[in-house]
């Protein structure tokens, strides 16, 4: 038809979705934006092109589409959807809030929107546990009219505590993601004579990361492609006796195949910071630091498991460099602090505390890394707002995301002191940063995802970079900020302490997760009465 009518809209449509989909990108941008001027009345048009734009982290271009599309057609669901997820990017929250809940009122029954609903509201500043529990609660019946015809695994169909046990693990973040970091210890070291594994892979992008986890596993399942019901079908297929989630609310999750409960046994594990709201969701493997013992309970939808020590097990990025010989500050003369935190994690009271330390060390700078502010736009935003609070625009750097994942850790010999965000505290960043000899000084708080750091630092053996106050938090910045010759004995001894802490000891970690695996099949939900 392009031959004939080089200028028809649906024909250049069809031809950028064809060109994008077969790993033209670039390409298939161009002709949907052709498209777009041949028709700008479409909305589809520009939600389309506002799709192929939001895999290009071009933030600020996907939002303005989003935006036509939704002046167009105000009712449409998935745009309100997927513009809130460009907002939440540029820290703009209650904005991005106001549109999941309008996705929510035109489509009621939708999870994808409740779930990212349920993901910002974990970045607000008001940290109510009981408040954010009660928003969670509300997800199970956000899908549960959609399933109500689910045909239940039977509760009773254990196998005896002494078979080899079936494991799935279900997880759109089998690749380089920060879960991949996590998880790759317990996959290694599993106990295969005792354990079947399966990984239930909800994502289309295989990488190294792939391709190394595949190797550890007894089998290895792309699922993005089934249904709810299509994958409830291949897991009780594989008569699997315990499915573990490992998403959460986060992107690619698969929980409205864990309400249909699949296997006797379900878990929620790692990739999301707190409780999914579920009640066929049995149990979450976490820790008495990130969930403290007496009071989370009630905040749980699940039963807590504790592990001895952190929940998180880390393992290293294999081609991470050496650590820098020194910090930066005796090379520049001033001290660099650090984020490299996501943005959406850096809240106005924790850029006020910034502000303060910047202003008690007056030739300190500030250095924060986000993939976000790869995007002209979203940077620009940033630093318009990080100055309007009081950041020294003279004194603040900003920058994306690296090229390569050397190039990366590499950014970290820029840093001399890293500062923890919250509520939403680092999980990751802070192991990668503690890894590259930087010292991260975290604060804690209410909810799980004020927790973390408080998890890992204890973990590690760092207990004097934990703060409790904001008062701490500035104390304890200052304290490092004004020892520079503490900063060198940082730098030369972090690596090998992480190393020899139960953080990075992936075979006992194991050992400790199959048996409580091993009691979740011995024992009913309500006894399992581990602390």
């Known amino acids: 038809m392009l ?67 939704l002046t167009l057609f105000p009712d449409d669901h998935l745009s309100h959807n997927n513009l809130g997820k460009e907002l939440y990017l540029q820290h703009r929250l209650a904005e991005a809030l106001t549109h999941f809940q309008q996705a929510l009122r035109i489509q009621p029954r939708y999870p994808k929107a409740h779930s990212n609903l349920l993901m910002c509201l974990n970045y607000l500043p008001d940290d109510d546990p009981v408040k954010l529990f009660a928003a969670h609660r509300q997800f199970e019946s956000t899908v549960e009219a959609r399933n109500s ?8 169909k254990f196998r005896t505590p002494t078979a080899r046990l079936k494991i799935g693990y279900v ?43 595949q190797t550890y596993v007894d089998h290895f399942l792309p699922c993005e492609s089934l249904s709810d019901e299509q994958l409830v079908a291949q897991i009780q297929q594989d008569q699997i006796d315990l499915l573990i989630d490992l998403a959460g609310h986060t992107a690619g999750n698969r929980l ?31 820790d008495a630091y990130a969930d403290p013992i007496g009071t989370a309970e009630s905040v749980s939808s ?15 990025e294999p081609t991470s460099p050496p650590v820098s010989a020194e910090p930066p500050a005796l090379r520049h003369g001033y001290i660099t602090f650090g984020s490299f935190n996501n943005y959406a994690k850096l809240s106005s009271p924790l850029i006020e505390l910034w502000v303060q330390l910047l202003n008690a060390l007056p030739t300190a700078h500030l250095l924060i890394k986000a993939k976000s502010l790869n995007d002209a736009g979203t940077r620009s935003l940033a630093k318009d707002r990080l100055i309007n609070l009081g ?33 939403y505290n680092g999980a990751t960043t802070t192991c990668e940063t503690l890894w590259m000899g930087v010292p991260v000084v975290t604060l ?14 204890t973990t590690v053996g760092l207990p004097e970079l934990i703060a409790h106050t904001p008062a701490e938090y500035l104390q304890i910045s200052l304290q490092l900020a004004n020892n520079w010759s503490r900063l060198q004995t940082w730098r030369q001894s972090l690596r090998a302490k992480m190393q020899q802490s139960p953080l990075m000891q992936g075979e006992s970690f194991t050992r400790e997760l199959e048996s409580r695996y091993r009691d979740f099949i011995s024992f009913p939900r309500a006894s399992v009465g581990m602390p």
């Not at 520009?46 to 303005?64: D, F, K, P, V």
């Not at 991949?180 to 909800?202: K, P």
Request: charged share 15%; hydrophobic share 35%; aromatic share 10%.
């Open 3 to 69: 031959t004939t009518q080089p200028q028809h809209s649906g024909a250049l449509h069809l031809k950028g979705l064809i060109t994008y989909q077969i790993g033209q990108p670039s390409a298939g941008i161009e002709l949907l934006q052709q498209a777009r001027q041949m028709n700008p009345a479409e909305p589809y048009l520009h939600s389309n092109l506002g799709i192929m734009l939001s895999t290009q982290n071009r933030i600020t271009e996907t939002i303005a589409c989003y935006q036509q599309a």
């Open 149 to 156: 015809l689910r045909e239940v695994t039977p509760r009773n």
């Open 171 to 213: 997880s759109p973040d089998f690749k380089r993601h920060s879960v991949a970091y996590f998880i790759e210890a317990i996959l290694t070291h599993h106990d295969r004579q005792q354990f079947e594994i399966f990984c239930y892979y909800n994502h289309s992008q295989f990488d190294e990361v792939t391709n190394r986890l």
């Open 256 to 286: 409205p195949v864990f309400i249909q409960q699949p296997a006797p046994v379900q878990i929620t594990y790692l990739g999301y910071s707190g409780t999914t709201g579920l009640s066929t969701i049995d149990y979450r493997i976490t």
């Open 302 to 316: 699940e039963q807590l498991i504790r592990m001895s020590m952190s929940y998180f097990c880390y393992s290293p």
């Open 391 to 423: 950041i020294p625009a003279t004194r603040l750097t900003l920058i994306g995301h690296a090229d390569t994942v050397t190039e990366h850790f590499h950014s970290y010999s820029q840093v001399d002191i890293a500062l923890d965000s919250f509520p």
């Open 444 to 457: 804690v708080g209410k909810t799980h995802v004020a927790r973390m750091g408080l998890s890992i630092l």
